[in-house]
């Protein structure tokens, strides 16, 4: 190494960084590594992991690349379009993610993994460090393998463990562009590897050797430093949507005073929530995992018939699978949560990716007439406060609860300023008391139709309930047209009722501008970033974001009537358009889609949005 180059500060309001490398590389450990530290340090962040389909793919191919962004800022709406920095630890890595590096970005490789095998596997060529592809980029061959066995030769001879490590190499590179201080990460080491100092001391000094790296090479000329976030005062972490949707969920459960019960099957990408709320025994939660998508909705079903806050949790495949399980649930006017993770369809369609495309199944995908309540969660997270929203809504009006979120919401990560739970508003589910003389179990509420619920055991309530139609007020099956249609006619009222108790419809920006920007679930911070940067430019553009699809707030036609144009912006075909046309058809509404398995990029929002604002 030549001796220490000083390198010139540079400020940015923000700057995307992409880890990507082999599955085995260590890439989400790396990103998290970072995401905390820049958290601590008072960043504001937004990460999202993208993770392969393939189970075990052969090594150094592309169908075996893992990924890890972080947006980090002074203020973060999304984890970024193209990123600013790209690690990546092999040939495979660089010829998937190349496309998402800006111009002029800084690429940092590990030049020892570009051999003659794997840039072949890869699907190169030639090698890319050497045929001037990486011309318009910043590249810096860094040797991180064999600096990284060169840094542990007094610590170790064990090639293998040597091999491990080197992904924080690369982070100590990352440390030093970033000018971060290691304490908060050799602290997470210490406390990792408690039981295996050595493994901790070893992962140290492999930082400390990249960063060592990054201060001396030259290609480096330039620092970064990212101002603080403005924060208001509170405890602070950063956290997943799916991590935030468990605790949504354990809080509900404490303000209603009803024990938690999740009847669950494994899926991709939801299944870290019932991992989390397994966790969290000693908080009174009952977790089951089920050998199917059926029976874990039959067994929270099950759960609600005897009283509990009952939750089940899914993706795409699995919503399907307990469509009739839901009509269940409807017609017994039982409390249920059912949280869906989207992910690309049709059938197991992209396991890792993220798409808005169950929507439809959610507002109709049942037989008969089955209203639900449909919410949606639009950040990591505020899918606690949806989650929370989505049990209170369901038990204080005794109705299934269907909750979107995405898993670009639930994987991706962000800072999160955790609530006290006084401040929680209070759950109020309708319990009936023992020995009521006026009880019948679909004796309704004059103002919103909720029956009551009757826990099996309390002393005078002894009742039918089942999934055949039921006759008003008595309970006993009915085939009678006549009533079977009050009944329905009861349910949907009840359901349409909720738009009493849900928020009013907001815009940001002017009640009369040109384009209304309308969105709805994960989409926000994209679509939220291209409305401001457009607003910075003193155009006339105003942005509506929906949570509550099912029923819709009651401002919603008033909304929509401002403005003389509206684009509807999701990542599905048209799904939430064609609502929007169904319940408000006197607007005209344009559309913009993207299902490619990916976010929307602000780039292609503001482009979208200039080309409406231009027309005559």
């Not at 955790?418 to 008391?433: S, V």
Request: charged residues 20%.
């Amino acid at each position: 190494m030549t001796g220490k180059t000083k390198k010139q500060f540079i400020e940015r309001e923000d700057v995307v960084v992409k880890f990507v490398g082999d599955s085995g590389d260590g890439m989400q450990l790396t990103g998290t590594l970072f995401s905390d530290n820049a958290a601590i340090g008072g960043n504001d962040i937004a990460t999202f992991p993208d993770y392969p389909a393939e189970i075990r793919a052969p090594h150094n191919t592309i169908a075996g690349v893992s990924g890890f962004q972080v947006h980090i800022g002074k203020k973060v709406h999304t984890t970024g379009d193209l990123c600013d920095v790209l690690v990546a630890m092999n040939p495979a890595s660089l010829k998937a993610n190349l496309k998402w590096a800006k111009i002029g970005a800084t690429i940092i490789v590990d030049a020892d993994s570009f051999d003659e095998r794997s840039i072949e596997k890869a699907g190169y060529k030639t090698n890319p460090m050497d045929d001037g592809s990486l011309d318009k980029f910043n590249l810096i061959k860094a040797p991180v393998s064999s600096f990284t066995k060169e840094s542990l030769k007094e610590l170790t001879t064990d090639v293998k463990t040597a091999e491990k490590s080197r992904n924080m190499f690369a982070l100590g590179i990352i440390y030093f562009i970033f000018d971060r201080k290691f304490d908060t990460t050799f602290e997470y080491l210490d406390k990792k590897f408690k039981k295996n100092p050595l493994v901790s001391e070893i992962n140290k000094t492999v930082m400390k050797a990249g960063y060592i790296f990054a201060e001396n090479v030259d290609a480096l000329e330039s620092q970064i430093h990212i101002p603080k976030a403005t924060l208001e005062k509170g405890k602070y972490r950063n956290i997943t949507g799916n991590v935030a949707t468990a605790w949504g969920l354990l809080a509900a459960s404490e303000k209603s005073g009803v024990p938690l019960f999740l009847g669950s099957y494994p899926i991709t990408p939801a299944t870290e929530i019932l991992m989390e709320l397994a966790k969290h025994k000693s908080l009174g939660a009952k977790v089951f995992q089920a050998e199917d998508e059926i029976a874990g909705i039959c067994s929270a079903i099950g759960a609600s018939f005897a009283g509990s806050m009952a939750c089940t949790t899914t993706s795409g495949p699995g919503l399907s699978l307990k469509s009739e399980a839901i009509g269940l649930a409807v017609m017994t006017e039982l409390p249920l949560v059912i949280v869906d993770v989207q992910r690309g369809g049709p059938s197991t369609g992209l396991p890792t990716k993220s798409e808005q495309s169950d929507l439809y199944q959610a507002l109709f995908g049942r037989n008969g007439e089955a209203p639900c309540i449909v919410i949606a969660a639009s950040s990591p997270s505020n899918c606690f406060y949806f989650a929370f929203e989505a049990a209170k809504l369901s038990m204080e009006h005794m109705t299934p609860v269907i909750l979107l979120t995405d898993g670009y919401l639930g994987n991706g990560s962000q800072l999160f300023k955790i609530p006290k739970m006084a401040d929680l508003p209070k759950i109020n589910p309708p319990i009936a008391k023992p020995n009521d003389p006026d009880y019948k179990p679909y004796r309704r509420d004059p103002e919103t139709f909720v029956r009551q619920w009757a826990i099996p055991g309390t002393e005078g309530l002894r009742h039918r309930i089942g999934g055949l139609e039921k006759e008003n007020i008595i309970g006993t099956v009915s085939t009678d047209p006549q009533n079977h249609q009050l009944m329905v006619d009861l349910r949907e009222a009840k359901v349409q009722k909720v738009a009493d108790f849900i928020p009013l419809q907001t815009i940001t920006g002017k009640e009369n501008a040109d384009i209304l920007v309308v969105s709805w679930g994960g989409t926000q911070g994209a679509v939220l970033s291209a409305v401001e940067a457009l607003q910075a430019e003193g155009k006339s553009i105003a942005h509506a974001h929906f949570n509550y699809i099912m029923p819709l707030p009651k401002n919603t036609a008033d909304i929509l009537s401002g403005h003389k144009k509206i684009i509807v912006c999701e990542l599905n075909s048209g799904q939430f358009v064609n609502y929007l046309r169904m319940k408000h058809p006197e607007n005209q509404y344009r559309q913009f889609n993207k299902v490619q398995g990916l976010p929307f990029f602000v780039n292609e929002l503001t482009a979208a949005f200039n080309q409406i604002l231009e027309e005559k």
